[in-house]
């Protein structure tokens, strides 16, 4: 009685519920708890920025506490003396507007002209009329303004006129306080819990790791040193970078001309730490008041080409050589992220939010139930290039394919792209269709895609024709054999001329099944890529004989191709026997690329039958290369 097919596992929805209502949890806790977690937050991020400066003072013979609290003093000094720095140039700037206001209003009366003009002239015939019949009301309405402002004040009413009594310096001295002790109260409590961060660095660092993983010290020990690194490392490097950018900045903008250029170079260092976004609304602002310095347009675009000049320096030149392209964060991870962490806890979680995803992406690296972090926002690759290559082939995507590998053989040779992408891909597909995981229709899409990246690839291989390129379905199940053929097709029967010079040939020989074939048939794809002569023959071939008018001492290499080295092991010592009898002065050597089979190792009859084991093509490639 056969047995009932047994039944796939099902995922309790008890699970995912629960990680949805503690993902909600932690999100409240985030929001409503914003006033604490923000300055502890800020203090901590901080603390990593300032940590190689203390650790600098305490090199030189500083204790503890003195390098602390040195080192938080200079901080506030710089942080008192950019505040002070950008508070004047406010000032200055706002008292200096009025004189600029003609020149601006100029400037928006011609850009609404130019609006007007243009929709009017896209409105055709119907919009001028409505605008002849909407005219003569404007007119009648500004005559009745006019006659009811020019009429005499009615007998009898009087004109009153209210008026604020004048502030006492006290009370102007308690709205200034005010205003200023929300931020002092502010930055106070995010300066002494730094302080105390920093006195207790080695004590908090144990008491994490304590809770983080008590059990696990070395792992634990290298994701808190991996996080630290990286943190201080982009805080470190961004701070210098935009120290840079705002001096540059400064210089440009004396140059073109522009007041107050010691605001905007400020303004654009402090911003610069807001990603993407930053650097965009100081560009914008100070070419809004370009427009309203310059009678003309050339400050403007002046302005707007050194802010974009500068920042593509420092974002494609600077940075990638002080600490890459990346903090290890993706591009959209970072935008997703400031908006993520802006809703939350508002400006300051637009600050923070590079390193505060930093962080999570560590903790992802190296905590296992917190991976999908690292998977969803580090820039590392999800997929291998392997996996790459035969998720792209399921799909049919040759042109992708053909794309990255293009990109991979401009750093590196065809021997090595097989190695490291082609042969994993495959031993993927050959998984997947032992296992049953792939219809049949889906293997025959599999081997045509994998057919016309091959020919596609190479410099000896021929290409595939337009209308080749579009067959996507290889109803030969035997993938060697067809790539064999289309090139027998193009350099004759013998795949090249049989009158060689002696010893120019290297004959490539699968043991007899398909996945032997293929690897035999790229093997010979290397080979010749790389200039060497080399055939694919099969064990029939053997058999029946060389072609007529052919030379033993034209044959300088053998290799013996197996995929199943352990179930092939007799047919190599057979085939070794008879090819040493025929062509005693020929090597005769063994591939078996070990990132295409499953047995770990060829057995002792197979690697006795050759004279050496080739476990790779780069290294049967470097064989044949010195076949004499």
Not at 93 to 119: C, G
Not at 165 to 178: C, E, N, Y
Not at 498 to 506: E, K, M, Q, T, Y
């Amino acid at each position: 009685m056969p047995m009932p097919p047994a039944s796939p596992p099902t995922t309790r929805p008890e699970a995912g519920v629960g990680k949805l209502l503690g993902f909600a949890v932690v999100l409240t806790m985030l929001y409503f708890g914003r006033e604490v977690l923000v300055p502890i937050t800020l203090a901590a991020m901080l603390s990593l920025l300032v940590a190689p400066l203390v650790r600098a003072l305490k090199h030189i013979g500083f204790g503890q506490a003195p390098a602390v609290l040195t080192v938080v003093a200079s901080l506030s000094v710089l942080l008192l003396g950019l505040a002070l720095a950008i508070g004047s140039q406010v000032v200055s700037l706002a008292s200096s507007l009025p004189q600029y206001e003609a020149t601006l209003r100029s400037k928006i009366r011609v850009a609404e002209t130019l609006a007007v003009s243009r929709m009017e002239s896209m409105q055709g015939g119907a919009g001028r009329l409505m605008s002849r019949l909407a005219d003569p009301t404007e007119d009648v309405a500004d005559g009745l303004v006019e006659q009811i402002g020019s009429k005499p004040p009615t007998p009898g009413v009087m004109a009153v006129e209210i008026r604020q009594p004048r502030p006492t310096p006290t009370k102007l001295i308690s709205q200034a306080f005010k205003s200023v002790w929300g931020p002092l109260g502010k930055t106070g409590i995010v300066l002494v819990v730094m302080i105390f961060m920093l006195l207790e660095y080695e004590s908090l660092r144990d008491r994490f790791i304590r809770l983080a993983g008590g059990s696990d010290l070395q792992g634990t020990t290298r994701a808190l040193n991996d996080a630290g690194e990286r943190l201080s490392r982009f805080f470190v490097s961004q701070f210098t970078v935009n120290v840079g950018v705002g001096f540059a900045i400064w210089i440009a903008l004396l140059l073109i001309g522009l007041p107050h250029a010691m605001f905007w170079a400020v303004l654009a260092g402090v911003l610069r730490f807001v990603p993407y976004i930053g650097v965009i609304a100081v560009a914008l602002s100070a070419a809004v008041f370009a427009a309203a310095v310059d009678p003309g347009w050339t400050m403007v675009l002046t302005t707007l080409a050194l802010f974009a000049i500068v920042e593509l320096l420092a974002a494609q030149v600077v940075e990638p050589q002080l600490y890459g392209h990346t903090a290890g964060l993706s591009p959209l991870s970072i935008v997703v992220a400031a908006i993520f962490w802006s809703w939350l806890w508002g400006p300051i979680g637009l600050l923070l939010s590079t390193p505060l995803t930093l962080c999570l992406v560590v903790a992802g690296r190296h905590a296992q139930p917190l991976a999908f972090l690292d998977v969803l926002l580090g820039n590392s690759p999800a997929l291998s290039q392997s996996q790459q290559f035969y998720q792209r082939a399921l799909s049919s995507d040759v042109d992708e394919i053909l794309a990255s590998a293009h990109a991979f053989l401009k750093r590196k040779s065809f021997a090595q792209y097989c190695d490291a992408i082609l042969m994993p891909a495959l031993l993927l597909a050959r998984k997947d269709s032992d296992s049953g995981r792939i219809s049949d229709q889906q293997q025959g899409r599999l081997r045509g895609t994998i057919a016309l990246v091959i020919e596609s690839l190479g410099r000896d291989s021929p290409r595939p024709s337009r209308r080749s390129r579009r067959i996507t379905v290889l109803d030969d199940p035997n993938l060697g054999q067809y790539l064999r053929h289309q090139r027998e097709n193009v350099n004759g029967r013998w795949q090249g001329p049989i009158a060689v010079p002696p010893g120019s040939l290297v004959l490539c020989i699968g043991l007899g099944s398909a996945r032997d074939d293929l690897a035999t048939e790229i093997l010979v794809r290397v080979l010749r890529d790389s200039g060497i002569d080399a055939r694919h023959l099969s064990v029939a071939d053997l058999e029946s004989g060389p072609p007529p008018g052919t030379s033993a001492a034209s044959i300088a290499l053998f290799f013996l191709v197996s995929a199943f080295p352990a179930q092939e092991a007799e047919q190599a010592v057979s085939v070794s026997a008879l090819l040493r009898r025929r062509n005693p002065g020929a090597r005769l050597l063994g591939v078996v690329p070990s990132n295409f089979i499953m047995d770990p190792e060829p057995t002792a009859a197979f690697a006795e039958s050759v004279e050496l084991v080739a476990h790779s093509l780069k290294e049967a490639l470097q064989l044949a290369s010195v076949k004499a």
